[in-house]
């Protein structure tokens, strides 16, 4: 049974009159397929609006925290970063009897069984281990990384995992010749007592699919980090998703513009099409709101225009908006990255009144095709193909490949990905078929981490996406709001 949860807003009198009178201005080709809640959508993305539009990407930082990439965010230079937050009672250690603070104890910590071995071959991510025993406790353990270039360290502090093992997985590296090494205090007075490990060398080869805990991979065909793609049934079924997120809990003051991907994607229902994204470019879990004014564009690479622009009539097929999103209750209840194994979501989209634009069939799905969703597990390893449109190579649609791995328990990795902001929610497909364009898709771009190559998509097999495309598909909410701030959330069995 599904249980759902709906929003709906309507807005008032005065901002419908003022909405169709922008729609009538000709800033965008609209048409008289619209039906006026539609126009209203279509009219409300200005050239302002639509230039102030930011990616909405979604990253783990170097401290384990979970937020939105800030538009004004230096990237200058790329770092490692450790998967998780450490643990606060790990770096406490464990004082024994006898020991401590005043102890008079100058013995540093004993540091053995480190992990990876010296040489050792590793991928783009990998588990780093040690075991740090000392009488009087030990207070913390870093993890020290020195870089190819000989000179440049970074560190990450350690938790105590099991026993006397004190471990912390970190992501990010690129090919070439590493080094590491362990640093450890006590619970001696006076900051306690330091011991430090020689440096010890091993390789990485992000190719070669090594390493601990997730991360980067081949598997037939090559990776492929940030590329264009041009041709097929991806093209036309893969778009770009201009939305609204409000910019405090409050709702007051103006709403912010932002941008995603998304594919048109096969259902059995009539009268309708559906898009799927992720969660993410649906739903708002800081502010709890749905996104309003919802424009899809498909196969935007292919407009006549120099890019994203205020003209749905220099599109190949024309805009659509969307009528409301759905999204897994459990996101909706929760904040990244506590969320993101359930970071999947799908737009409705009417077949008649929603579209704009360039002459072709009223039904999204019947003017740019579909492609197939596979709730089955994806092969591990095997070559697989991301899509979306990165906001940096407008109006390109973009794609990577990498062999598949895993991060965590909910997450799949393409390691050696690279697309860039704007591409969240565009398919994941494995097999592709590269003549057609087209394959399955088996997940979608979801979060990344700063600064570092790499991305994760929530695993559709074995979750409760099959139960929220089948509301998409074939639910009848009672909805309004002609804004498009609507929703549904659906607690799956």
């Known amino acids: 049974m599904r249980i759902l949860s709906y929003l709906g807003r309507v807005a008032t009198g005065n901002l419908l009159l003022l909405a169709l009178a922008g729609a009538s201005s000709g800033v965008w080709a609209a048409g008289p397929r619209l039906t006026p809640d539609k126009a209203r959508v279509v009219a409300h993305w200005s050239p302002d609006r639509l230039a102030a539009a930011q990616p909405r990407d979604l990253v783990i930082d170097a401290q384990g925290v979970g937020r939105l990439v800030r538009p004004d965010e230096a990237t200058a230079g790329r770092q490692l970063f450790a998967s998780t937050r450490a643990d606060a009672s790990g770096r406490a250690g464990r004082p024994l009897a006898g ?127 940030n590329a264009e793609w041009t041709g097929g049934a991806v093209q036309t079924a893969v778009g770009r998703i201009y939305f609204e997120m409000p910019g405090n809990a409050r709702r007051k003051g103006p709403w912010l513009g932002y941008v995603c991907s998304g594919t048109v994607v096969v259902d059995a229902a009539s009268g309708r099409s559906v898009v799927l994204t992720a969660a993410h470019c649906v739903y708002d879990d800081a502010n709890k709101a749905y996104a309003r004014n919802v424009l899809f564009i498909p196969n935007q690479a292919g407009t006549s225009g120099s890019g994203t622009d205020t003209n749905c009539g220099n599109d190949p097929l024309g805009c659509w908006v969307a009528s409301y999103g759905v999204v897994d209750a459990n996101y909706t209840t929760r904040t990244f990255p506590d969320n993101n194994p359930w970071d999947y979501a799908f737009y409705v989209v009417d077949d ?142």
Request: glycine residues 20%.
């Open 99 to 225: 020991g401590g603070r005043g102890s008079g104890d100058t013995t540093p910590p004993e540091i053995t069984n480190r992990s990876p071995a010296d040489g050792a071959t590793i991928g783009a991510s990998q588990t780093f281990s040690a075991q740090v025993t000392d009488d009087s406790g030990v207070r913390s353990v870093a993890v020290v990384i020195r870089y190819p270039d000989g000179s440049t360290t970074q560190s990450f502090s350690a938790s105590l995992t099991s026993g006397d093992t004190w471990s912390v997985t970190i992501n990010g590296f690129t090919d070439g010749a590493w080094s590491w090494r362990v640093e450890a205090k006590d619970t001696a007075s006076k900051g306690g007592n330091l011991a430090v490990s020689a440096y010890t060398g091993f390789t990485v080869d992000t190719g070669s699919g090594g390493g601990g805990g997730g991360g980067g991979g081949g598997g037939g065909g090559g990776a492929v980090a």
């Open 352 to 493: 008649s009144g929603a579209h704009a634009g360039t002459a072709a069939p009223e039904s999204l799905e019947a003017a740019a095709g579909a492609l197939g969703i596979s709730f089955a597990s994806p092969s591990l390893g095997a070559q697989t193909h991301a899509f979306g449109y990165s906001a940096s190579d407008d109006p390109k649609l973009m794609y990577c490949a990498d062999g598949l791995s895993t991060q965590g328990a909910s997450n799949w990795w393409l390691g050696g990905c690279g697309l860039t902001g704007g591409s969240s929610g565009g398919a994941w497909i494995q097999p592709l078929d590269a003549n057609a364009g087209s394959g399955p898709i088996v997940s979608v771009n979801s979060w990344g981490y700063t600064n570092a190559p790499g991305m994760a998509g929530p695993k559709l097999a074995g979750s409760s996406a099959a139960c929220v495309f089948g509301e998409a598909s074939t639910g009848s909410p009672s909805l309004s709001g002609v804004d498009g701030e609507a929703g549904v959330s659906v607690s799956c069995p």
